[in-house]
Structure formats: C-alpha cells, structure tokens
C-alpha cells in the first residue's frame, strides 16, 4: 500500500507542472484595486478621525503589518495563553514580477510553565530569484502525548515536559517560473525530556526507545523542490502549490543517530467568480504525506498531527494527538465573503487524518470539521483575522491565527 501511495504522490507534480501558468495566477500579481475594499485600518481612521490630507494609492506600498494579540488555547495542552502574533509583508523587487514576502513572530506564555518564541519567514528576492526560507524556535512545553498510532482513547496520554530549539534555513533558486530548487540545514534539539507521572517514563508509555531518553539532537541536510503559482501565501489566490522535502541526518553531522525522512505537499485553490478577484469565493484543497525512512528517527521527530512545516494541520484535532513513523493528511476548506467590500468573511472546512504505528496507514481515519469567521485587516497585503471553531471526537478548540490556515 506505501508503495502505491508513493507512486501515486510522484504523478502529482508532473501533473501540476504540466498547467498553463498564466491561467493559475491572472496577472502574475496580486489585485492592486482595492477601492472598494474595508479593512479594520480604514474602521480605525473613521473611528479616531484621522484624515490623511493626501490619499495614496495602495500599488506603491511595500511592507503592511498586521498584530494580533489575544487569549487562547495553545495546542497540545497547557491552558489559555496569552498570545502575540505579528505578521510583516512586504515585496522585495516589482510587484508584477515578486511574489509578497512575510515574516510571522508569535510569541505565547500561559503565564506559567510554558511558552514559545517562534520565528517564521519566506523572503522573495527580486523577481523570484530566490526564495529563502526560515524556521526558529524556542519552546518550553509540557504537551500530551499518546504513544505511537491511534489505539489510545483521549485518556491515555501522559504529559511529556521538554525543551525545544529548533533552526531551519533553506535557500532555493528558480529553475524556470514557478519552480524552484534548493539545499537547506536542519537542526532539532529537544532537551530535558520527561514524564510528568513519576511512575512512568517516556519509553515506558510509547514503547519507543529512540529521543526518548533525557535528550535528541538531529541535524542534517534537507533538499527542496518547489512549485509555487501563489502570489500571496497570507490569503493565496486560485493557483496551486506543491513542496517536497527530503531530509537526510547522518550522524557526522551531530545527530544522535542516522535517519531520513520525506515531506510532499500539494495544494490547489480553485476561484468560483473568476471575474472579480479581490472577492474571496474560493475553494481550496490540501494534503500531505509525511514519513521517516528507517527505524531510527527519534520519536519527537516522528510526523505528528499539527507538526507540519506551519503547525496549521488537523483543526479541531489537539496537536500532537496522532503520531506515527507514516501520517497522510487531507482537508478541503470554503472561503466566502460575507460583504461586498470584503471586510468579512467565512470558512467552512473537513479534514481527515491516518497515522501508522499501532495500526496500518490507511486502516484507521480520523475526522473534523469546523467554520470560521474572517475579519480583513489589511487589504494592502490581503491579510485576514481568523477565527475558527473546529472539533472532532471528544475534542473542540477555537483557534485564532493571521492568515489563512493554507
């Protein structure tokens, strides 16, 4: 079955690649007119009476910043907490010819034991050039964890306390339009890991004996394809987008031990009124296939359910809940304006995830669903507010994120 899924997933881009470009992403930009676009930035104008004396059109901007600090559930457990999230995008060469750059921090604390000081970035050169690529944490957990697969109820689960450092960089450069391909470095540490119950451990729950110990390093290589026809990775417009990552850690290189691990990732977003493009009515679709070849991958680096690249995956499924050596994941979503000059807005969205480990991939699917609200908070970048509402069997959150899920 793993070899067929492979075989089908390798079809994928040659069949994404094989489209007219020009069809997917119309004008190669993203729409300049946004006359008749509300954002929370013109409410706020109105609101304090500021009156700019001059008006300037939005086309020659280039950077637009949205911040966003609220109270929420962090994921995997932990309880509320206060979270920031500022969102800088901004173009770095002609915006006929660039894509939208973005850098997202979000630092959050739960005003106790945990928090995390994530650092995300995508940098466009000058007519997509190049594409470099940034992924920096520091977190300080506990999270639960259920063990490997998905035999465990909601109530087996113990919760792991660890330290994580994590440092990502990727540069790719463009092959021919749309398509790129680059090397990049890799580097996890999870420390000072730990059951919270004192009559067990870590290796004594999972019944995995690699990263489970008081400490794992990995660090190694990574190789990355690319096809991008997304302007605009904030809200992406109809286009389509595929990634794969392959990930090599040899211990020469400090890891712990010798292990590998491959990530494809194929979106598409479909325009239902192409004729009016800075109206969101789009249908968006995304699944993934995360595995690690070998036995030997430490268990925090086992593919998790919301441990995908942007921790974005498995809405209204708790991070972390399902985890195995193979996970393939899929969702569709809704996107809908709800005013005219799209101020507001809603989702509607499904997902499914499989997991191996104590079953076979493909033997056992768990689903959720959920519905959004969507407030524009800036029109310039198209940055969106969400709010969504998702659950699944003995689990619901409300998950607050800039941007769109995918």
Known sequence: MLKRLLF???????????????????????????????????????VFHIHPST?????????????????????????????????AGFYLGPRKTTYLSSVNFAPYWNLGSRFGLPLRSNIWLADNKWLIQGDMRFLVYPQYTWGLGSTNNNDQKVL????????????????KPYLFAGIGYDLDYYFNIKAD????????????????????????LSFNLLYDTRNNSLNPLPGAYANIVYRVNPTFMG???????????FRKYLSMNPTR??????????????????????YLNLPSIGWDPYNRSGEGIEQNRYRGRSLFYLESEYRRDITRNGLLGFVVFANATTVSGSDNLFTSWHPAA??????????????????????????????????ESF
């Open 197 to 220: 119950d004192p009559a067990t451990t870590t290796q004594q729950f999972t019944g995995y004996k690699y990263g489970t110990s008081n400490s794992s390093f990995s660090s190694g």
């Open 370 to 403: 959920g519905t959004g609200l969507r407030v524009k908070f800036n029109k310039g970048s198209n940055t969106n507010i969400g709010m969504d509402y998702g659950f699944s069997k003995g689990y619901s959150a409300i998950i607050f994120n800039i941007g």
């Open 8 to 46: 089908i997933l390798c079809l994928f881009p040659a069949s994404l690649f094989a489209q007219d470009a020009s069809g997917v992403l119309p004008q190669k930009t993203a729409p300049k007119d946004t006359a008749d676009q509300v954002d929370l930035i013109d409410i706020g104008k109105k």
């Open 277 to 298: 493009p800075t109206q969101q009515n789009t249908l968006a679709f995304w699944s993934y296939f995360w595995s690690v070849l070998g036995s030997h991958a430490p």
């Open 160 to 175: 792991l306390d660890y330290n994580y450092i994590r440092f990502y960089q990727a540069a790719l450069k463009q092959i």
């Open 255 to 265: 890891s712990n031990e010798n292990w590998h691990s491959i990530y494809i990732d």
């Open 55 to 87: 008006v300037k059109q939005e086309e020659g901007k280039k950077l637009y910043f949205s911040i966003l600090p609220t109270s929420s559930n962090v994921p995997g457990g932990g309880g509320k907490a206060l979270v920031t999230s500022t969102t």
